[in-house]
Antibody, heavy 121, light 107 residues
Framework: QVQLVESGGGVVQPGRSLRLSCAAS????????MHWVRQAPGKGLEWVAS????????YYADSVRGRFTIFRDNSKSTLYLQMNSLSAEDTAVYYC??????????????WGQGTLVTVSS | DIQMTQSPSSLSASVGERLNITCRAS??????LNWYQQKPGKAPKLLMY???RLQDGVPSRFSGSGSGTDFALSISSLHPEDFATYYC?????????FGQGTKLEIK
C-alpha cells in the first residue's frame, strides 16, 4: 500500500535551517510529482512547493520562494524540503503529498501523517 | 495567483441534514477543483477531483458541482463521521492554492 512518512521536524531557532524528508513506499515514486503542504496551528492548508517526477521542474509559493528548496532522490524514493532562514511564520505541520493526474485533472491522492516544525527562540 | 474563498467558514448541522459548502475562485479555473476532508490531527483526504468526480471509496452522499469560478460540495444526508473541516483546492495553475476551510460541527 502507498505510504508517505515525513521526518525531520523539530524545534529550530529563527534564522536557522532545517531539512525535512518524506520516505515513499508502495508505489513507483520516480513516476510521480510530489508536493509539500503545510498547516500552521489552528489554521488552514497552504501549498508550499512541488517537484516533477524527475526533479527537473519545481514551483514554490511566494511565501517560501528563495528560502525553501524542494528536491528528490528517486534512487532512495525520498522527497526533501530544505528550509533556510526560518521564521515564526513557518511554524506548521508539514505534509508531503503525491500528485495524481486522472485524464486531465490533477489532485493529491495520498498524504503523509505530517511532521511538526516549530520556529522559536 | 488564484485566490480561493470558501463559505461559510463554519457551520453547525445535524445528522441526516443536507448541506452545501461553496468555493469561489478569483479567476476562471474550468473544472480544476478538488475537495478534501480533514479530521483533527489527521492528514487531509481527497474526496473529489475535477469538481464533480468522486474519489474511489468516497460515499455517494458526497457530490460536487460547478465550473468556471463557482463550485459547491454537497452532502445529501450527514453521517456522524462527516463532521470535519473541508477544503477546496484549485489545480488550474501550478501554485495549487487552497480555500481557507469550512469547519462542520454537530448541532
Amino acid at each position: 500500500q502507498v505510504q508517505l512518512v515525513e521526518s525531520g521536524g523539530g524545534v529550530v531557532q529563527p534564522g536557522r535551517s532545517l531539512r525535512l524528508s518524506c520516505a515513499a513506499s508502495g508505489f513507483g515514486f520516480s513516476s510521480y510529482a510530489m508536493h509539500w503542504v503545510r498547516q500552521a496551528p489552528g489554521k488552514g492548508l497552504e501549498w508550499v512547493a512541488s517537484v516533477s517526477y524527475d526533479g527537473s521542474d519545481k514551483y514554490y509559493a511566494d511565501s517560501v520562494r528563495g528560502r525553501f528548496t524542494i528536491f528528490r532522490d528517486n534512487s532512495k524514493s525520498t522527497l526533501y524540503l530544505q528550509m533556510n532562514s526560518l521564521s515564526a511564520e513557518d511554524t506548521a505541520v508539514y505534509y508531503c503529498a503525491r500528485e495524481v493526474i486522472i485524464q486531465l485533472w490533477l489532485s493529491f491522492d495520498y498524504w503523509g501523517q505530517g511532521t511538526l516544525v516549530t520556529v522559536s527562540s | 495567483d488564484i485566490q480561493m474563498t470558501q463559505s461559510p467558514s463554519s457551520l453547525s448541522a445535524s445528522v441526516g441534514e443536507r448541506l452545501n459548502i461553496t468555493c469561489r475562485a478569483s479567476q476562471t479555473i474550468g473544472t480544476s477543483l478538488n475537495w478534501y476532508q480533514q479530521k483533527p490531527g489527521k492528514a487531509p483526504k481527497l474526496l473529489m477531483y475535477a469538481a464533480s468526480r468522486l474519489q474511489d471509496g468516497v460515499p455517494s452522499r458526497f457530490s460536487g458541482s460547478g465550473s468556471g469560478t463557482d463550485f459547491a460540495l454537497s452532502i445529501s444526508s450527514l453521517h456522524p463521521e462527516d463532521f470535519a473541516t473541508y477544503y477546496c483546492q484549485q489545480s488550474h495553475s501550478s501554485l495549487y492554492s487552497f480555500g481557507q476551510g469550512t469547519k462542520l460541527e454537530i448541532k
